[in-house]
């Protein structure tokens, strides 16, 4: 399975982003996805998760970045998104997506995608 992840940027405190990430080589619709991120020095968190199956999907969202963070799927292109509205200086991180499976992430970690947002 290949993740590749897109559509980081420099941006300004309060402006938006829109990541993507593709997936390649498995059943895409079947898999939890989530979007993480690591921060210079700190541990890779969990900041959004949406369910399986239908582009409906539950969603789940880490308090720091709840109702300013949108995640989205295509089942059909095989893409989980990540919509990211008034940023923050401490939003910026490098930003990965996964599948997860038992609460943990499922296939090897793809390149990232980084996120700057400056004060």
């Known amino acids: 399975v290949q993740l590749v992840e897109s559509g980081g940027d420099l941006v300004q405190a309060g402006g938006s982003l829109r990541l993507s990430c593709a997936a390649s080589?498995?059943?895409?619709?079947?898999?939890?996805m989530g979007w993480y991120r690591q921060a210079p020095g700190k541990q890779r968190e969990l900041v959004a998760s949406?369910?399986?199956?239908?582009?409906?999907?539950?969603?789940n969202y880490a308090d720091s970045v709840k109702g300013r963070f949108t995640i989205s799927r295509d089942n059909a292109k095989k893409t989980v998104y990540l919509q990211m509205n008034s940023l923050k200086p401490e939003d910026t991180a490098v930003y990965y997506c996964?599948?997860?499976?038992?609460?943990?992430?499922?296939?090897?970690w793809g390149q990232g995608t980084q996120v700057t947002v400056s004060s």
């Open positions: 080589g498995t059943t895409f619709s079947m898999f939890v």
């Open positions: 996964n599948a997860i499976v038992a609460g943990s992430s499922a296939f090897d």
């Open positions: 949406i369910s399986s199956g239908g582009s409906g999907g539950f969603t």
